[in-house]
């Protein structure tokens, strides 16, 4: 029988999965709720496999992994988490993780999948992983991407093409997959040269001389913009974001790319508008992709935690009376600490009262919760530029620009998001870089395609 070790700060996700396991998996399963106590578990204990959840208070799974990766363990990890993004994802398999599994609405068939992946990663553990089922890996997670991304191998062939990258650029995949020699650039570029993903690994000075503008650097991850020219002389300007790939051993195996044409700033890159406070929170559904299972967590988010937190509302938006609102706040999150609008409407209240640490780690915590919600994200970035221009602290106002650059990934309308990316790289000396921040905030402005989703919190009366 098989010992695996399922760690989940979710108390339902645990007893599902180990009952699952137990039942229909012939598994000896072990659980914790902390990644903390689980480092402590696996150094007394060895596990045929363990299952990891990625966000996790304190310490991450992420984190959690790279410990025991840096410590020479190899035992087979599955990470089984709400948050299914390719970024996540990349990040994982980077760092050793065997497979990837996203929590999804058919618990049956997903730990049955569950099941599978443990026994298929104790299997392979003595063979090792390939680089081909790294790439098999980010070829699937690619092709369920909504965004328009690809992937490269050492070579500089492209392994993976997705649909919306194939309306994006016009090209099929079917005659893109396999070409190399910066054939991929062409539809883009207008001609063969380096893209974003063949510079992910090259310092600044060769993107710059490659004409790219670099908006941040993080883990590996570039993100950038260049303008292209058009046969008939019209710009165009295409934003890009490159992440190198690694095996199981560290070693470099290739690339992914997204691309997004910004030209025209079209607004259609959110795929839903929040809707208002009168039902249930745009960043919820977020919540509930988090969680979708465990149908106790939805029965907290009603009655007196929503009481408090519309009272909460009523004091601080409609009254001003912001350390009422607090309070009421934190009566909601005593509880249920998982409502992200919670924390993200505390920490707006702290600001105002200038305790700006305290509405850091505030926004922090409902970015956390929901990592690409327009709102908390642009908040959180907003706090950090205020504490990194009062502290002159160059590091802050690092973070800062990679939370604006976030912003204007989830959406190139937000012309406040382009030009907050200006101040701040303006105040740590990149000018260079922050001049066409500025320039597109002011495009967008004076083409009035300006465009931020908030929460319309008048609706609550």
């Known amino acids: 029988m098989l010992s695996v070790l399922v760690i989940d700060d979710e108390q339902d996700i645990l007893e599902l999965v180990q009952h699952f396991l137990e039942r ?7 659980t914790s709720r902390s990644t903390k106590e689980a480092l402590g578990i696996v150094t007394k204990k060895e596990y045929d496999a363990i299952v990891l959840d990625c966000f996790m208070p304190e310490l991450t799974g992420i984190d959690f992994l ?6 020479g363990d190899t035992t087979p990890i599955i990470i089984f988490t709400g948050v299914g993004r390719e970024n996540s994802v990349i990040e ?5 993780a065997d497979f990837f599994l996203k929590k999804g609405d058919d618990p049956k068939a997903q730990f049955r999948m569950l099941a599978h992946m443990i026994h298929q990663a104790i299997d392979r553990k003595s063979v090792g992983r390939s680089i081909g089922t790294s790439q098999r890996v980010i070829t699937e997670v690619i092709s369920f991407s909504p965004e328009a991304m690809f992937a490269i191998d050492r070579e500089g062939r492209v392994v993976a093409w997705n649909g919306p990258m194939e309306e994006l650029s016009g090209v099929a995949a079917e005659v893109m997959v396999g070409k190399g020699d910066h054939e991929y650039t062409v539809p883009f570029l207008g001609k063969k040269a380096p893209m974003l993903v063949d510079l992910v690994l090259a310092p600044d000075a060769d993107l710059v001389e490659n004409n790219y503008t670099i908006i941040s650097r ?7 913009w260049i303008k292209a020219t058009k046969p008939e002389g019209s710009d165009r300007i295409f ?12 070693g470099f195996i290739g690339a992914v790319g997204s691309v997004r044409d910004i030209t025209d700033v079209a607004g259609e890159t959110l795929k839903g508008v929040p809707s208002q406070l009168t039902g249930v929170p745009a960043s919820e559904s977020a919540l509930e992709e988090k969680v979708p299972v465990q149908g106790g967590i939805f029965d907290r988010l009603t009655g007196k935690a929503r009481s408090a937190y519309k009272q909460g509302v009523r004091l601080y938006y409609l009254e001003g009376k912001y350390e009422e ?17 919670v924390w993200n409407d505390r920490g707006l209240c702290l600001k105002e009262l200038g305790r700006f640490d305290e509405a850091q780690k505030s926004f922090e915590r409902a970015v956390e919760l929901v990592p ?6 642009y908040d959180y970035g907003e706090v950090l530029e205020i504490i990194g221009i009062m502290r002159r602290d160059n590091k802050i106002l690092e973070t800062a620009i990679r939370t604006f650059a976030l912003v204007t990934e989830i959406n190139p309308n937000n012309a406040n ?7 701040c790289m303006k105040e740590i000396g990149r000018n260079e870089e922050s001049r066409p921040a500025f320039e597109l905030a002011r495009r967008i402005k004076r083409a009035k395609k300006d465009r931020m989703f908030l929460r319309k919190r008048e609706a609550v009366k």
Not at 239 to 250: E, T
Not at 417 to 423: D, I, T, Y
């Open 24 to 30: 229909y998996g012939d598994m000896q399963v072990e």
């Open 66 to 71: 790279k410990i025991l990766r840096a410590k």
């Open 92 to 96: 994982a398999i980077n760092n050793g």
């Open 218 to 224: 993080e883990k590996g991850t570039v993100i950038g």
């Open 239 to 250: 934003w890009m974001r490159a992440k190198p790939l690694y095996d199981g051993k560290g």
């Open 325 to 341: 609102g607090i309070q009421n706040f934190d009566r909601a999150i005593e509880i249920d600490p998982n409502l992200a609008y």
């Open 372 to 377: 690409r919600d327009e709102e908390y994200v």
């Open 417 to 423: 998001a382009w030009n907050h990316l200006g101040v």
